[in-house]
């Protein structure tokens, strides 16, 4: 796996004002230079696994990503 993606992938999320906290991640190889990752987001019910897939930056060359969402209100 490569730890620059990782590093690139984690300072997105972690950049990004509109995902307010990643709770996890995976990344792996489907394939010579293809990624896929999966991401578990802690957010507001306002947020969507659509709006994070969209930002996750393609020059990454991740080609597949899976987003979950788990509201903070769903903590309580």
């Excluded at 578990?40 to 393609?58: C, I, W």
């Excluded at 991740?62 to 979950?68: A, G």
Aim: glycine share 10%; no cysteine; net charge positive.
């Amino acid at each position: 796996m490569s730890l620059r993606l990782v590093r690139r992938l984690g300072a997105f999320l972690a950049g990004d004002r509109t995902v307010p906290g990643a709770v996890a991640g995976s990344i792996w190889s489907i394939g010579p230079g293809i990624w896929a990752a999966a991401i578990t987001v802690l957010g507001q019910r306002t947020l969507t696994a659509d709006q994070v897939h969209r930002r996750v930056p393609r020059e990454l060359g991740i080609q597949h990503v899976t987003v979950e969402i788990r509201h903070e209100e769903d903590r309580n």
